[in-house]
């Protein structure tokens, strides 16, 4: 498969998981992009890692003179598409929206929030991991947005299906997952974080895409729309504060962990659409987990 056709299939499989239910507009998502390579470079062989900043693609250049190497893939953004994080968080939107709250309270909400993550990216030294790709001509692309929905999704489909009762059902649920089997043994499995085990789960909401963490303001409302239980990838300190204070159940499935996940089900989509699965070099965080 083609550099650019692989890019292409992300953008494509991203929409198909985007919990949104205009999906036709999706062209893009400004958080995922081919930072550094040719388009028609075939890819065969593909260094993996939730993080890749300079010292990886050093180590990617070790691997490919070694054993050979087509690409790096980072599951966070460098590059423009750290600089157009913000721009994805548009998404929460729709996702407020279908919690219950009003779409021009979460218009609000979301329109501060999204100033607020632009200033913190702002000053950040975007090219720094871009810089070394290309001294190092190491071809070089993150997918961010896409893979996170494919979180969502998975999980989405997974509550609906078991229903669970309780927020330590919540929990048990997350720990049958292979991924959080493994953030388990380094002890940044899944745990509750606010809420007593033995509560009432009620009405669910997964924090798993959309660029970054959403307003903390929101909290309040999702309470008075019925939601009961955060599912979230992490919380902030302030996060933790504005929940607590809404007096919702939060459940921390963990970063990586998930990051994980949502990248092995968008590689299993891939691998799919190539008719055979690419070599995977998996560093970083990330631990190659193959579903059928």
């Known amino acids: 498969m083609k550099l650019q056709e692989l890019y292409d299939r992300v953008v494509k499989f991203g929409a198909a998981a985007d919990p949104r239910k205009n999906k036709a507009q999706i062209r893009s998502y400004p958080d995922t992009r ?18 890749i900043e300079a010292p990886e693609l050093l180590l990617a250049d070790h691997i490919r003179r070694k054993e050979g190497l087509d690409l790096v893939i980072g599951h966070h953004p460098e590059g423009k598409a750290y600089a157009g994080l913000h721009e994805v968080m548009r998404l929460q939107v729709d996702l407020l929206r279908q919690a219950g709250v009003a779409k021009s309270t979460a218009l609000k909400l979301l329109a501060e929030r999204m100033l607020e993550v632009e200033r913190r990216v702002l000053p950040q030294n975007h090219t720094r991991a871009v810089d070394a790709a290309k001294l190092l001509d190491i071809p070089f692309m993150c997918m961010h947005t896409p893979a996170d929905n494919h979180v969502y999704r ?52 997964f924090e798993m895409t959309g660029g970054t963490e959403g307003p903390k303001d929101a909290f309040e409302k999702l309470y008075k729309a019925g ?27 963990g970063h990586i962990s998930s990051d994980t996940l949502g990248l092995n089900l968008l590689l299993d989509n ?22 059928k």
């Open 227 to 253: 939601v009961r239980t955060l599912v979230s990838m992490h919380l902030s300190e302030d996060h933790f504060k504005k929940a607590k204070e809404a007096n919702l159940n939060a459940v921390i499935a």
């Open 34 to 51: 081919i930072l550094y390579g040719k388009p028609g470079l075939e890819i065969n062989k593909i260094l993996v890692g939730i993080d």
């Open 154 to 205: 998975y999980l989405e489909a997974l509550f609906k299906r078991e229903k669970p009762r309780l927020v330590e059902d919540v929990v048990r649920l997350l720990k049958g997952i292979p991924e959080y089997r493994i953030a388990e043994e380094f002890k940044t499995g899944p745990r509750v974080l606010l809420g007593s085990p033995k509560r009432q789960a009620g009405k669910i909401i």
């Open 270 to 291: 891939l691998d799919r659409a190539a008719g055979r699965p690419f070599q995977i070099i998996s560093c970083s965080g990330f631990t190659r987990i193959k579903r």
